[in-house]
């Protein structure tokens, strides 16, 4: 990012925001503490896309795939089963950065292109003007939402940053588009695009031969590996490799974001893998997406061994995290029945109900957290920002706008449980590409065991107690008006607290209500 920026920001001068850690000289005792950090995201992974099992039980998707490195990880750290992120990936990768709920930050939606809007129309509502433009950390840009970005908080303080894959800040020839604008030092394939063309390097990952982009999604910078048959996944990990390699040799801690673009559509056959799926009995159709999965997984071995090899296994976190659910919407992409690839959980991608919003999650810190554990307590993905700040030792730091997450660091070292009492919110007023269960123009709050659903068009109410209920088969709304009424009061104080939008009936031009206004 651009030095002047700080100006902009008004942050506090480098010392005090970062504790007295700088950029220059040699480390002290205290900064060789500090450790490494790997956020590895994948994109559109559903709860069971492994074959470690988040739930109490195996289920055929656990038996059906394999993530050997998944299982590693978790051997060595910590699983969380209640891990939530936002239903659409833009919504989710704008609150990780920002530290904003999806509500707050209004980009509800997945954004591309400049002053465009991605929502499907609707006959009977219009959709309110959501933030299609992205985040961003300035101002200038319509339609955008302006946050401090905790990366930037990391360089100040010290930390080589760098970013690998999927970006999906900002739309196309806006600030948020470039992850150089995050505070990132190196980007590796990052830019507007929250999809990619292909993961086939024979089609150049989206260019002609006289190398033009034929899609707004083809890949940019994996030159290198045009037409050599490397599969982007791989591609994009021998690339982060370098970076690591490079990082080795600066005399500072370093922030890796392993964003991969699997296991998004198109899905490609990863031929590493595919025939060993096919063998199994898949259809190529789930074959193809199970050799997603694992190519996904051989990624995050291969950085696991690059920490061991290079000593640098015992100084680094690993965080392992999806962005929104498993596809599950679209019989193009999946075979069987739609709404059904994320069992036990309902629906999927795009969905508020469990399908589309709860994510597979685990965290490796040697020394702090314990190993071959589980946590069974919820949190959000605006609770990265805080947390990873307060891993780094970054403190007394200032953001241009409030902060939404939560820090999870009492789950790691056992010492509380934020959640308890904690109201976690959704919004989406959008319409996106699908129709299915808990898709489109509503909102949702969990709170300890319950969780209410609010149809805006409609004013339906959903009420479900997740513990006993994870398939969300049985709404006891009718049950429990208490509730309901407890809940969409919640629900409403909040979505008005923070400015979020609702959509307005075209037949009126009356606002649909708030939950708590009916």
Not at 57 to 78: D, I, S, V
């Amino acid at each position: 990012m651009n030095r002047f920026l700080l100006t902009a920001f008004s942050l506090t001068p480098l010392a005090p925001v970062v504790n007295g850690w700088g950029t220059t000289g040699n480390r002290t005792a205290e900064e060789q503490k500090r450790p490494n950090i790997i956020l590895f995201m994948v994109d559109d992974m559903g709860w069971q896309d492994t074959s470690l099992p988040f739930w109490t039980q195996k289920t055929h998707y656990n038996e059906a795939y394999e993530t050997p490195n998944m299982e590693r990880l978790a051997k060595q750290g910590m699983m969380f089963t209640q891990a939530y992120a936002c239903n659409i990936s833009s919504a989710t990768r704008c609150s990780l950065i920002t530290g904003a709920n999806n509500a707050r930050h209004r980009v509800t939606n997945w954004t591309l292109e400049r002053d465009k809007q991605t929502d499907r129309k609707s006959e009977t509502v219009e959709l309110p003007d959501w933030n299609y433009n992205g985040v961003s950390q300035v101002e200038g840009v319509n339609n955008t939402y302006v946050g401090t970005s905790f990366v930037e908080l990391l360089r100040q303080s010290g930390y080589h940053t760098i970013h690998c894959g999927k970006a999906h800040w900002g739309s196309i020839d806006t600030p948020g588009e470039n992850p150089t604008h995050w505070g990132f030092e190196v980007n590796i394939a990052g830019h507007a695009a929250g999809g990619l063309a292909t993961y086939l390097s024979e089609r150049n990952y989206g260019h002609t031969r006289d190398g033009k982009a034929y899609s707004l999604m083809s890949i940019p910078g994996l030159e290198n590996y045009w037409g050599t048959g490397v599969f982007a996944t791989e591609a994009l990990t021998r690339e982060a490799i370098k970076a690591l390699d490079k990082a080795k040799k600066y005399n500072q801690p370093f922030y890796l974001y392993m964003s991969h673009y699997a296991i998004h559509i198109p899905i490609d056959k990863d031929m590493r893998f595919f025939p060993k799926y096919v063998r199994k009995g898949l259809t190529d159709k789930e074959a193809a997406y199970a050799s997603l999965i694992e190519g996904m997984d051989k990624s995050l071995g291969d950085l696991m061994d690059w920490l061991e090899k290079n000593g640098e296994a015992d100084n680094t976190v690993v965080i392992f995290m999806s962005d929104n659910g498993g596809l599950a919407a679209e019989p193009e992409w999946r075979d069987g029945e739609i709404h059904t690839q994320n069992y036990p959980l309902n629906s999927g991608k795009g969905s508020l109900y469990e399908g589309g919003i709860r994510e597979p999650m685990i965290v490796s810190w040697p020394g702090v957290v314990k190993p071959d554990t589980r946590c069974d307590k919820y949190l959000m993905i605006e609770d990265f920002y805080p947390t990873l700040l307060e891993m780094a030792g970054v403190k007394d730091y200032k953001t241009v706008a409030p902060l939404d997450g939560v820090s999870f660091m009492p789950l790691l070292k056992g010492t509380g449980d934020p959640s308890k009492g904690r109201a976690l919110v959704w919004n989406f007023p959008n319409i996106w590409g699908n129709d299915g269960p808990g898709i489109n123009l509503d909102c949702a709050i969990r709170k300890d065991d319950w969780k209410l659903v609010y149809y805006y068009e409609t004013g339906k109410k959903e009420l479900f107690n997740i513990p006993e209920d994870i398939g969300e088969k049985n709404d006891v709304a009718a049950q429990h008006p208490d509730i309901v009424r407890r809940l969409s009061k919640e629900l409403g104080e909040y979505l008005r607290k923070v400015d979020a939008q609702r959509p307005t009936f075209k037949n009126s031009g009356e606002p649909c209500p708030w939950p708590d206004e009916l």
